[in-house]
């Protein structure tokens, strides 16, 4: 089982609906979780980052973290064309690394 | 620095060739990580130093990557004998924090490295 794990997609998403990714983690000592968004060829940036349970809202952007199903997912409110990209979920896990999982690949259809 | 710097932005090397791989974080940032990002994967951790200490080396391959950062600014990645295993784009990250408080990572454009 990889540490950090997310459906690959691609996720197809009408313009101005909400797109929902979702994340698994194993470590469950982790404390930290973070999204980047990647435009294709470009380097990862980040979005969102969540540390306690519940939800966290920036802008059209909202971060959901469950530490006790280890679960964390990103919301993403009235899709644009530009949030199509590859949305990196990231878990700083017990030894400090941050473990990245493969990405989800989201195209906002217009 | 405005940004992460990372240079070249693409390397070609013939399988056996040496290549070296440059970042040059952002001003005043006190730790700096070396990430592999293979094609339709998350980056993968290579390793992370902590001004000119490297602090953990525990993601590198094999013993042909080597990386240091001497005065503890620039760092650069060094792989030897590339094999064609090797061609991906690296990707180098600065945070103004040590890795335990809550930093956040700014990352450099990367280096595309296709070894033929």
């Known amino acids: 089982q990889k540490e950090v794990e997310q459906n690959s997609g691609p996720l197809s998403v009408p313009e101005g609906a909400i797109a929902s990714l979702n994340c698994t983690y194993s470590d469950r000592g982790s404390q930290s979780f973070f999204w980047y968004r990647q435009y294709s060829g470009k380097s990862p940036e980040l979005i969102m980052s969540i540390y306690s349970n519940g939800d966290k809202e920036d802008g059209r952007f909202t971060a959901q973290l469950n530490k006790a199903s280890q679960y964390v997912s990103l919301l993403i409110r009235d899709s644009q064309p530009s949030d199509s990209a590859t949305y990196l979920c990231a878990v700083r896990n017990r030894d400090d690394k941050i473990i990245f999982g493969k990405g989800t690949r989201l195209h906002i259809l217009p | 620095g405005a940004g992460v710097s990372q240079s070249p932005r693409y390397k070609v090397a013939k399988r056996g060739q040496d290549v070296a791989l440059r970042c040059d974080p952002i001003s005043g940032h006190v730790s700096l990580f070396w990430y592999q990002q293979a094609l339709g994967q998350g980056p993968e951790f290579l390793t992370y130093?902590?001004?000119?200490?490297?602090?953990?080396k525990s993601g590198l391959p094999s013993d042909r990557f080597f990386a240091e950062r001497p005065e503890g600014s620039v760092s650069t990645l060094k792989i030897q004998r590339t094999q064609q295993e090797d061609s991906a784009v690296y990707l180098c990250?600065?945070?103004?924090?040590?890795?335990?408080?809550?930093?956040?990572?700014?990352f450099g454009a990367g280096t595309r490295l296709s070894v033929l």
């Open positions: 990250a600065s945070s103004n924090r040590d890795r335990l408080a809550k930093n956040i990572q700014y």
């Open positions: 130093f902590q001004n000119e200490a490297q602090l953990d």
